[in-house]
């Protein structure tokens, strides 16, 4: 035994009452197994080690949450069922647990799913929780079913702010958007979080209303994050056919800050509102980065990969494709992929089962994607 790696003293093996560690012992061993295959990229042979550390240890935390991570691509049955036991399990580690479920959840497009455990987590995590909000929201669109805000509604000690923006998003979606946006024309109080602001601006936006959207924008000035303002700014300019202006800010904006995370705020923006023109400023100025070639520049090649394909680009899907590989040090075949995915009818792409093997995406990327994307979502499930 001690001679097999696992760590085995010789009181572990001739005092009985210890012979109830071995499990531990073992758990441990395969845990930090699968650790160095993970970090050599084999990922075989991690499963196999991370299977076993977590069978001969299931209080082994962090063997469950990787496993778990590495079967949501090809096994999300699998992986769903140790989502559930590690929330039940690990109480003090569920708001760990919940986001690297969502983030499963949301990039192979399971909403009802993500919409349970959305809701779920604004009654057991602290406000604001806008992440959990905007999840739920985006979740209830996508499959067109107000019942399932009607469901958070239900929920006793919900924030009167998230109670309200709830409201107005079900009546909306119950077919009273008009109503929404009227109510939405207003500004918000000082008191007001920084996603009811997001929410109000955008909802504005959509709902065809972009020019009273800036001014709200303007007027909040830095009450939102820069970031956001970036984005609600491109989409109500773009919504209001000011493509000129879009392409200028964006242009600026890259200059004064040629950071991975400006490319992929704009391969979202890309997404959304496809600008052959502006996407190739954007793949343009990326490959004049040296940031580009490294690790550091996978999410925004990545994203910029999946802007290239909307906007149907094939030479800049390609270049950005060259790039990830080579960020990424890997062929990572399921690349190969992305030209059949983004050369197909909306309607059969299937990107739930596409977007899992990128899982380094930006967040609000893989919500573009969606929101672009007619393909029927899949059936509600709780988690």
């Not at 890309?270 to 999410?299: K, N, V």
Request: hydrophobic share 45%; aromatic share 8%.
């Amino acid at each position: 035994m001690r001679g097999s790696g696992l760590g085995v003293r010789y009181v572990d093996i001739a005092w009985p009452p210890a012979w109830r560690h071995f499990n531990t012992i073992r758990g441990r061993h395969y845990l930090a197994t699968g650790r160095a295959a993970l970090a050599n990229n084999h990922i075989g042979e991690a499963n196999v080690a991370l299977n076993l550390a977590y069978e001969f240890d299931p209080s082994n935390y962090e063997a469950g949450l990787t496993l778990a991570q590495i079967w949501q691509s090809g096994q999300a049955a699998r992986s769903d069922q140790i989502y559930v036991r590690l929330l039940r399990d690990h109480p003090t580690e569920a708001s760990q647990t919940a986001r690297a479920w969502a983030q499963a959840l949301l990039w192979r497009g399971d909403f009802g799913s993500l919409a349970a455990l959305a809701g779920a987590r604004l009654v057991n995590e602290p406000p604001p929780g806008a992440a959990w909000l905007h999840a739920l929201i985006f979740s209830a669109r996508r499959l067109h079913d107000p019942g399932l805000l009607a469901a958070a509604l239900a929920a006793p000690n919900l924030p009167a702010e998230t109670r309200s923006i709830l409201r107005l998003e079900a009546a909306a979606l119950g077919g009273d958007a008009a109503g929404t946006a009227r109510i939405l024309t207003t500004p918000l109080s000082d008191t007001a979080s920084a996603y009811a602001r997001y929410y109000q601006v955008n909802f504005l936006t959509e709902a065809g209303q972009a020019a009273r959207a800036l001014e709200l924008l303007t007027g909040y000035g830095d009450k939102l994050p820069p970031d956001e303002r970036i984005i609600l700014s491109c989409a109500a300019q773009a919504r209001l056919g000011n493509q000129a202006v879009v392409r200028s800010e964006a242009e600026a904006l890259l200059r004064a800050n040629p950071k991975p995370r400006m490319y992929e705020i704009l391969a979202a923006h890309l997404i959304r509102y496809p600008d052959a023109e502006l996407l190739r400023l954007t793949c343009g100025q990326i490959a004049t980065m040296p940031w580009a070639y490294q690790p550091e520049g996978s999410a925004a090649n990545a994203a910029l990969l999946c802007a290239a394909g909307i906007n149907r680009v094939p030479a800049l899907l390609d270049a950005n494709r060259t790039r990830l590989r080579r960020t990424l040090g890997t062929k990572a075949a399921a690349l190969n992929r992305a030209d059949n995915v983004f050369n197909s009818d909306a309607d059969t792409r299937q990107l739930g089962n596409f977007l899992p093997a990128l899982p380094m995406l930006p967040l609000e990327v893989v919500y573009s994607l969606f929101s672009v994307d007619p393909a029927a979502p899949r059936q509600r499930r709780q988690p």
